[in-house]
């Protein structure tokens, strides 16, 4: 991945304070989870809820609270839980990411695959960008282009490493020719790699393009207003939208800035903001009892994981990262740092990522997986068998909240539990955000704390970012039938050939814990009294989850 990617670190690092607590919520289509010991009889830690009740008529405008001010909304550099939340109501892709995380059409009517290496997709007629000026494939074509762009260096290169070209093969048609075949391109297409913006106005703004100043015009359901440095974000509904089935039902939409999760908090309390995805965790105390409104939590593709970055030091024998690994109390994190909302992590992704999967292959895949439970004196055996006995591990962290601080002395005990002598190394936020972008500042550490969703319903999202010379593979890990089993994966695009090479990677990549699983979590959304119409899903960072939002009954 670019160098720029360094705008995406946020979402690996302030995702920490998301972690969910306990909640039975009596949302439409919930689904009841056991709490990390199985709950007593009828009891449930926490309810997944598919969706809210739908909106009862319009509103004028509702507020939103974003943890941080995005650096810009431009899609190429939009890899972050603030920018992308905007952007999915704004700018459109292609394809579309459901809440449910299944796939479909968007600006793009239809799609084929007439050849291993191509993908063709037939451009919707009639759409307008919100400066009113109609879609065409010229516009399509300059916005997939920007990603292969090495001056533009954006976020979403990689989905674009496998792309030899982008070009306009009719007058409403785009083909994108591969280099080899990639069974995942087309599943990107739904995120923001496919995103569409105006090729004029790409060419008007330059590199002013998403800023403050300029904003974007895209086809979205809302269309951008003003950005007031440090306050806010207004959007405003486009008329135009070509979508009945997703026309904004709120006239308008003000983000507003609030990085002191106590200031956001109070504001959920107050009503001074209607609603805010992210939830502090420490609030949910507060917010499961508040007249103000109601703490939902839904589908998520996220897991929390110890990224082992130093394979020179003693971490560097596979034994000693299982041995790790089952000396950490896992369900013991997840009931004191995530107030009983998760699971213990079985792998490095969630069991829905695996959506396309045929028949059992996917349980199959999970039951075939080595199992790390809870056991110090056997992981203390098996270090001693490595010889690591005595050996530092740094173990970096940021003072960010609670849940943080709970993960990082879980780790440092279990550390312990096995004969290493850990060191944390409390570090500010600015530094912590480096070590996902800058090897120097990974230097002389030897584990640190992400939470890492995908952003297809794919694992192989996840488990490219740990092949050889990937951007994301901190530790600079390296396994060639791991290498193989992935571009395998990849080249497959029959399901059952996908899932098996899928399978593969997946086993080898738990057998040797480049990086160790700790939970998994749901999101986490508050919705004010007066407004409903939100599906809880990690799919809002791409879906026009603001435009369902309206005035409750």
Known sequence: ????????????????????????????????????????????????????????????????????????????????FPPNQILANVCE??????????????????????????????????????????????????????????????????????VKSVDRTGPMEVTVTLKTPDSTFNEYMAASPGT?????????????????????NCTGPFAFSSWTSGQSLVLKRFDDYWNPELKARSGQVKFVFLSDPTTRVNAFRTGEVDGGWMVPPDAYGQLRSSQAGTLYFGRNTTVADEVVSNLKGPLGDPRVRQALLMAVD?????????????????????????????????ADARRALPAYPYDPAKAKALAQQAGVTGQKVVIATSPLDSQTTIITQAVAQAATAIGLKPEIDTISADKYTALFTDPAAREGID?????????????????????????????????????????????????AEHAAATRQVQQIAMEQLPWLPLYTEPVSVFLGKRITGVQPSIAYLYYPWAARIGAKG
Not at 60 to 68: C, M, N, P, R
Not at 131 to 137: N, R, V
Not at 196 to 216: H, W
Not at 333 to 338: D, L, N, R, T
Request: hydrophobic share 40%; net charge negative; proline share 6%.
């Open 1 to 80: 991945m670019s160098a720029d990617r360094s705008r995406t670190t946020p979402r690996r690092l302030l995702a920490g304070v998301v972690a969910a607590t306990a909640l039975a919520t009596s949302a439409c289509s919930g689904v009841a989870h056991p709490d990390a010991d199985g709950a007593a009889a009828g009891a449930a830690a926490y309810q997944l809820t598919s969706t809210t009740a739908d909106a009862a008529s319009d509103i004028d405008s509702f507020t939103w609270s974003l943890f941080a001010e995005p650096t810009s909304i431009d899609y190429a550099y939009s890899f972050d």
């Open 447 to 495: 584990l640190f704390l992400t939470f890492w969703y995908t952003s297809i319903t794919d694992p192989l999202d996840m488990y490219g970012s740990l092949r050889t010379g990937a951007f994301s593979n901190y530790g600079a890990w390296s396994d060639p039938a791991y290498d193989a089993a992935v571009d395998r994966a990849v080249g497959a695009y029959d399901p």
């Open 93 to 162: 892709s292609l394809l579309r990411w459901n809440p449910d995380l299944t796939t479909s059409p968007s600006l793009a009517t239809s799609y084929a695959n007439p050849t291993p290496t191509t993908w063709t997709y037939r451009i919707r007629p009639g759409v307008h960008f919100h400066d009113g000026s109609l879609l065409t494939a010229d516009d399509v074509v300059a916005s997939l282009r920007r990603n292969l762009d090495p001056e533009v260096a954006g976020d979403w290169s990689y989905p674009y490493r496998n």
């Open 330 to 362: 896992r369900k013991g994190i997840v009931k004191a740092g995530a107030g009983g909302v998760g699971e213990v992590a079985d792998s490095l992704v969630t069991d829905n990522t695996w959506g396309s999967a045929p028949g059992s292959a996917a």
């Open 196 to 216: 569409v913006e105006s090729a004029a106005t790409l060419a008007k703004d330059g590199k002013d393009y998403g800023n403050p100043a300029r904003g974007v």
